[in-house]
């Protein structure tokens, strides 16, 4: 791992043997960028990667003496408007009192061992120095006065770099952002497929892909979330690039509210992509003295196709981002009341599903909504954080223990940023609302956004949660948020400071989710927004697992676990077996197969165990069983996409031990087929070449498995029923494979 400086030529280049970052001071002080890809070995001088143009008569030039120098051909590495560049900015500034085009120059530079934390926002971070290496570049506006401070993490064994950006006004008068993008690349071409995950409620994540043409294709969200609708992941791959070949550059944005993912091809095909808060309804004004931090992006080059991008995301995600105790922690096998319930439940009810839950093997209780205020349907209490004594009438201590007391540890679901118009904290408080007091505010099921931009509300529920974590001793919280923010207005903040209500609400988010998470260490968290609406990495640095979806049918999780694979580690997907006829989609899927799907995540029950009958309650035995004894596979193996759902009626994935000694496999085949081919394999990968393995009593060798395939189970095909080892809708197989000692 180094960063290499040539003072002479001011060029920089990150690279750590997997990828090489390269970039330069130009002529006119600014940064151009010189190339992102595989690495390089390092040269005195990469000038020649540069390559300057005679623009057309109609562009511009800044210099008499040399028209090949225009902004509107060079590639930049943080672009500012105003000067020949015509493309969109990373960099849009304003002031009350004066006229002025920005121009940030190099200034200086310096070298960090490790990473350093971003204050007040999540980010990738390092346990010791030598696994990560980080440049800060500053540039200086003399005119403005003003300090721009861009900063690069290299990681020492990952292709990964991290990039971030900072503003600070050393001027005696405001200066106010109205963009600030985390960051920006000019590639020098459009070869590009552009991949990314799109959909909506209950059908989250859904991979699309679409080629690049001339013109600005981005993906964001405008709606306090990083959204259901577009995950702030974003892929450039190359033409001929598959799941397991080809240049891949993956991008994330460590952020939960508002952004902007942006790929503008412009007139010469050259292709710049820029990411970060999104500039719609943003603008932050800076005092004398302040700074503003922009939240982080990870970057991902693979040159081993989509799979070999995502490895890297889920390897980072594992070690550098989600808190560190929950790196190697087992967590437990959970059962969720909601389907179970819905809001109508006692202590006697929610006790005999707790023991009858034990009984099965499951390890830990979560009580779903509906235990605190007058809760009996969602038009009332968000914010009443005290228990329905008319439910629960030995209190919420007394429920923990008596779950405790079964063997199972106990979990509790909160909604903390959220207050129902019909509540008693919103009839004293109905300033903290967000919205205009007095003027109509939208409803999304039944309730308001409480206005975490304001530090008293945040210390209120902070004061709330803690005071019933504490009771309880819980070991679990599903942090739900379930409706966007509309009429987006703090009556706290002055008329020219609401540009900054989006982000100053995501940071009071992550203040709480701060404070609890280092009070109370040993409480897994688990986001939930509406299911997956608020998926991202700003949110994993805090809880280790997201729902994923409230959608829990087989079939449809398919597409939205595989979706998800592309940026974020399988383990922190929640996926649960839930109840049928599903309650999303009324479709019927076996038990086995809804286990199948559920096994390659955080595994867990969405159901009644005192309806099920006894064949069902023996299968769930078996089912806890096999997963607690493969979960730490799960957990730390590399995870391999076989066969996209977005493609065929057929799923499959893997995953392989670190040293390849085992895999986990699982098969999915939507609907039936008749007729089928006749001899039907699956081809695997990961595994060593040379290794026997052993699976289902038969051997093979790793190369066979790789390159002729895994043989499957006979299909029925219409006539050999008596031979038929499967058939029919909704099958499923998963297959544990290990290698054989000699």
């Known amino acids: 791992m180094h960063i290499h400086i040539n003072q002479d030529t001011k060029q920089f280049h990150l690279t750590n043997g997997k990828v090489s970052y390269i970039f330069h001071v130009m002529k006119n002080g600014q940064l151009g960028h010189l190339y992102y890809g595989k690495a390089l070995r390092n040269r005195n001088n990469f000038s020649h990667l540069q390559t300057y143009d005679v623009p057309t008569a109609a562009s511009c030039h800044l210099y008499a003496d040399d028209p090949a120098f225009s902004l509107e051909t060079v590639r930049q590495e943080f672009p500012v408007y105003g000067s020949s560049d015509f493309r969109e900015p990373a960099l849009l500034l304003s002031k009350p009192d004066q006229n002025f085009i920005p121009d940030f120059r190099y200034e200086t530079h310096r070298l960090l061992e490790g990473k350093p934390l971003l204050e007040g926002l999540p980010a990738t971070y390092v346990d010791c120095p030598e696994d990560a290496m980080t440049l800060i570049v500053v540039l200086k506006d003399t005119g403005l006065d003003a300090e721009l401070t861009l900063t690069y993490t290299i990681f020492a064994d990952l292709p990964v770099i991290t990039r971030n950006a900072a503003l600070t006004n050393h001027g005696r008068n405001q200066l106010t952002i109205d963009r600030l993008m985390s960051a920006s690349i000019d590639f020098p071409d459009k070869d590009f497929h552009m991949v990314h995950l799109a959909g909506t409620w209950s059908r989250e994540r859904h991979v699309k892909v679409r080629d690049l043409e001339a013109g600005i294709q981005s993906i964001s969200s405008i709606r306090g979330a990083s959204s259901h609708h577009h995950n702030p992941f974003l892929a450039l791959k190359r033409m001929d690039a598959t799941e397991h070949h080809g240049e891949v550059y993956g991008f994330n944005f460590v952020y939960s509210s508002n952004f902007l993912m942006q790929v503008e091809v412009d007139h010469y095909e050259n292709t710049r992509l820029t990411a970060g808060i999104h500039p719609f309804g943003f603008q932050w004004n800076l005092q004398a003295g302040e700074s503003f931090q922009s939240p982080e992006v990870v970057m991902v080059y693979s040159e081993e196709g989509l799979n070999g991008m995502s490895q890297a995301f889920h390897r980072l995600y594992q070690r550098n981002l989600i808190p560190k105790k929950w790196r190697t922690d087992t967590r437990p096998i959970l059962i969720n009341n909601w389907e179970a319930t819905y809001f109508d439940f006692d202590e006697e009810k929610l006790v005999n599903i707790a023991k009858s839950a034990r009984e099965l093997g499951i390890e830990l209780f979560v009580l779903d909504d509906g235990w605190f205020g007058k809760r009996n349907n969602d038009t009332t209490s968000l914010g009443d954080w ?338 038929a080892e499967r058939g029919g809708d909704f099958q499923s197989l998963v297959f544990h494979l290990k290698r054989m000692m000699d």
């Open 386 to 723: 005290h228990v329905d004594l008319n439910k629960l009438p030995n209190g919420i201590e007394s429920l923990a223990k008596k779950i405790n007391e079964t063997g199972m540890k106990f979990g509790l679901w909160f909604e903390p940023e959220m207050i129902s118009p019909v509540s008693d904290l919103f009839e004293e408080h109905p300033d903290w609302a967000v919205g205009i007091e007095g003027q109509p505010r939208t409803l999304g099921r039944n309730q308001l956004v409480l206005d975490f931009s304001r530090r008293e509300i945040v210390d209120y529920i902070f004061g709330k949660m803690s005071e019933i974590i504490e009771q309880t001793g819980l070991s679990y919280i599903k942090w739900d948020m379930n409706r966007n923010i509309t009429e987006a207005f703090s009556s706290k903040l002055a008329q020219d400071r609401q540009g900054e209500f989006f982000h100053r609400y995501i940071l009071g988010v992550y203040d709480l989710y701060k404070r609890l998470t280092t009070r109370f260490s040993d409480v897994l968290f688990e986001s939930c927004a509406g299911g997956g609406g608020r998926f991202d990495p700003g949110m994993m640095y805090y809880a280790p697992q997201a729902w994923a979806s409230d959608d829990t049918d087989a079939v449809e999780r398919l597409k939205i676990q595989y979706g998800t694979s592309f940026a974020y580690p399988i383990y922190s997907i929640g996926s649960h077996v839930s109840a049928v006829p599903n309650h999303q989609t009324l479709r019927t899927t076996p038990l086995s197969t809804r286990a199948n799907t559920a096994y390659f995540g955080t595994f867990g029950y969405e159901l009644d165990p005192l309806k099920m009958t006894d064949e069902e309650r023996d299968e769930i035995k078996k089912q806890v069983a096999f997963y607690k004894r493969q979960r730490a596979l799960i957990r730390d193996g590399v995870f391999y996409r076989l066969l996209d759902p977005f493609e065929s009626n057929v799923t499959a994935w893997m995953v392989v031990s670190e040293d390849k000694s085992e895999a986990l496999i699982g098969y999915y085949k939507v609907l039936a087929t008749p007729n089928g081919p006749k001899h039907q394999t699956l081809k695997l990968c990961g595994l060593n070449e040379e290794f026997v393995y052993t699976v289902n009593g038969r051997t093979y060798y790793g190369d066979e498995l790789m390159q002729v395939g895994l043989i499957l189970p006979t299909e029925f095909n219409g006539v050999n029923s008596l031979f």
